[in-house]
């Protein structure tokens, strides 16, 4: 059986990355190739039984690999067992771009490409794209590609759109459920409008903020969420502004979710009002959790969030918009129990990770078919 090496950032706890995520879910659903990911020491016992690993890194919490520990997975793959196939499942950069191409000439072998998240702009893609087989995670991002690549006149590999994977998840607890909420210090009477997002990157915080009033206005006994992650040193300065702003009013503002499935599972609805997902992949792994649980999600309707199926798109901004989106969702009746089932349905019929693995193994086939055929 043909063997796949996923390169990527290290297949270890902690799982808040969607790259990471991805690459799990994956490499664990593979029925044609045979799975090899790049993990740690620690890491090599809690790999899905079937995915072989190989401890090239040496440590797993950072959002960024250190420099170090990506001159020794490039060394391992130099100097490693030789694999069939590379699957590199990064966000374009020059660096990994140049490595990968060295690599890729030393060891002749054929290369998938995931656009893990996309840069701001597409540009010099002479740099960037190294892959036989290109895949994106968005029509906005295979979009964004094709006009960057008419701009600078770059050939581009073929190029597939694949959603991220959600794996099969289990209904968290009573128990799981009521400690999320005792976390946050709320009742059980209240009811959670989560926004599971960046502070400082995109206008996310912003419409939730404007939202606080007007939803707990029509509805008294919702509580508001922020949960958001140091991803960068100006989150907890934003945090601290944010909860200036709405001090005295019914929401949360936490870094510290101990178990991101029970708060979803406790949450009424989740919104993603954002407009720039940089630093994240196209459809966030989080709202994927929250449809597969039955959880309504609304997402703005702009860019690679068009393609989140199963969630409610909205069209504006403003806050009264976003208000009369929710509301619906929020409020028991036909439109709230329509959206948990067109939830579940696209994580089970379009994210599952057995249907992800599916596309990806095409892609893989295909280009080992392509390398064999310039090898005659």
């Known amino acids: 059986m043909p063997r796949v090496l996923f390169v990527s950032k290290p297949?270890?706890?902690?799982?808040?990355?969607?790259?990471?995520?991805?690459?799990?879910?994956?490499?664990?659903?593979?029925?044609?190739?045979?799975?090899?990911?790049?993990?740690?020491?620690?890491?090599?016992?809690?790999?899905?039984?079937?995915?072989?690993?190989?401890?090239?890194?040496?440590?797993?919490?950072?959002?960024?690999p250190a420099l170090a520990d990506n001159a020794r997975a490039a060394f391992a793959l130099l100097t490693g067992p030789r694999d069939d196939l590379w699957h590199f499942v990064f966000a374009p950069n020059a660096r990994t771009g140049q490595v990968a191409r060295l690599l890729k000439r030393a060891r002749r072998l054929p290369i998938v490409q995931t656009v893990a998240s996309p840069p701001r702009h597409f540009t010099g893609l002479s740099r960037l794209i190294f892959g036989d087989e290109l895949v994106v995670q968005s029509r906005a991002t295979a979009a964004s590609?094709?006009?960057?690549?008419?701009?600078?006149?770059?050939?581009?590999?073929?190029?597939?759109?694949?959603?991220?994977?959600?794996?099969?998840?289990?209904?968290?607890?009573?128990?799981?459920?009521?400690?999320?909420?005792?976390?946050?210090?709320?009742?059980?009477?209240?009811?959670?409008?989560?926004?599971?997002?960046?502070?400082?990157?995109?206008?996310?915080?912003?419409?939730?903020?404007?939202?606080?009033?007007?939803?707990?206005e029509r509805f008294p006994d919702a509580v508001v969420v922020f949960a958001y992650r140091n991803k960068t040193p100006h989150a907890a300065e934003r945090a601290a502004r944010l909860r200036r702003l709405l001090e005295g009013k019914q929401v949360r503002i936490t870094d510290r979710v101990s178990s991101m499935h029970a708060l979803l599972a406790a949450s009424r609805v989740v919104i993603f009002p954002v407009d720039d997902l940089w630093g994240k992949v196209d459809q966030p792994i989080v709202l994927l959790e929250a449809l597969s649980l039955g959880v309504p999600c609304a997402v703005l309707d702009r860019g690679p969030l068009r393609d989140v199926v199963g969630a409610a798109k909205v069209t504006s901004v403003d806050a009264r918009v976003w208000l009369d989106a929710v509301t619906p969702l929020f409020a028991d009746g036909p439109a709230?129990?329509?959206?948990?089932?067109?939830?579940?349905?696209?994580?089970?019929?379009?994210?599952?990770?057995?249907?992800?693995?599916?596309?990806?193994?095409?892609?893989?086939?295909?280009?080992?078919?392509?390398?064999?055929?310039?090898?005659?």
């Open 145 to 216: 590609l094709a006009a960057a690549a008419s701009a600078e006149r770059f050939e581009l590999p073929p190029v597939t759109v694949i959603p991220p994977p959600v794996a099969a998840i289990s209904r968290p607890s009573e128990d799981a459920v009521r400690q999320a909420r005792a976390e946050l210090g709320l009742r059980d009477a209240d009811r959670i409008v989560l926004y599971p997002g960046d502070l400082e990157v995109s206008s996310g915080a912003e419409i939730s903020q404007a939202l606080v009033t007007p939803l707990t």
């Open 11 to 64: 297949i270890a706890p902690p799982f808040h990355d969607g790259t990471k995520c991805l690459v799990r879910d994956v490499a664990a659903a593979l029925r044609e190739l045979s799975p090899v990911v790049l993990t740690t020491r620690e890491g090599l016992s809690l790999l899905p039984p079937g995915v072989e690993g190989r401890a090239v890194y040496g440590g797993s919490g950072s959002f960024a």
């Open 336 to 376: 709230r129990r329509a959206a948990e089932a067109e939830g579940r349905d696209a994580a089970s019929r379009v994210y599952a990770s057995g249907v992800v693995a599916r596309a990806y193994e095409a892609i893989y086939l295909r280009a080992l078919a392509g390398a064999r055929t310039n090898a005659s």
